[in-house]
């Protein structure tokens, strides 16, 4: 089984894959080409913006128990007679993007032509769930805003703290069990029942 669409050979003479995201707002879907410059409509009609100063980290599965997180990051120099970008992006907060999804997309590159009209859609293969925003102010000029995120299985090696109750069990699966409410609670023994 392969990720890639039917009709499309990876391992063709000319191919390339583009390597996009697309990151989960309070305002809706914004998305973006990695570390290229450019403007990219998919099948879709969907518009992806690119730029350079866009660098994501190293992406890992999540396999042997890991649940990798990672971090998009643009880095800029601000344009004084622009608008603090730094400024707006703390004005919404952290709550703008936390547990949000974020996307990670392939776009399948058969020709040259495909750049401008592309023959097919993009193939989903990772999703992460924002974390939160960092910045740093590197002297007087450079700025850097990263956007970190969570791998999905992020906290499942850890005990969920719930009792066998109805309620517990109510919120771990979301429908009651009623006959929860007869399991004991306390494990103090007056007497031994073993030797």
């Known amino acids: 089984m392969s990720i890639f669409p039917a009709g499309f050979n990876p391992r063709a003479d000319a191919v390339g894959l583009m390597d996009m995201v697309s990151i989960?707002?309070?305002?809706?879907?914004?998305?973006?080409?990695?570390?290229?410059?450019?403007?990219?409509?998919?099948?879709?009609?969907r518009e992806w913006i690119g730029s350079q100063l866009i660098d994501s980290s190293e992406l890992r599965l999540s396999i042997q128990g890991e649940a990798p997180a990672g971090s998009l990051s643009l880095t800029f120099i601000p344009d004084p007679d622009d608008g603090d970008l730094v400024a707006q992006v703390r004005a919404l907060g952290t709550d703008y993007v936390r547990g949000r999804e974020i996307v990670f997309w392939l776009q399948p590159i058969g020709s040259m032509a495909e750049f401008h009209a592309p023959a097919h859609a993009p193939v989903r293969w990772l999703t992460r769930r924002g974390g939160h925003i960092e910045f740093d102010l590197s002297g007087g000029l450079e700025r850097r805003i990263t956007l970190t995120f969570e791998g999905p299985f992020t906290g499942r090696n850890t005990a969920?703290?719930?009792?066998?109750?109805?309620?517990?069990?109510?919120?771990?699966?979301?429908?009651?069990?009623?006959?929860?409410?007869?399991?004991?609670?306390?494990?103090?023994q007056e007497e031994k029942l073993f030797g």
């Open 24 to 45: 989960e707002t309070a305002d809706g879907v914004f998305r973006f080409l990695l570390g290229a410059d450019g403007r990219f409509v998919d099948v879709a009609d």
């Open 160 to 188: 969920p703290g719930l009792q066998y109750t109805v309620a517990d069990h109510a919120r771990l699966i979301g429908a009651p069990n009623s006959s929860l409410r007869f399991m004991p609670t306390d494990t103090f």
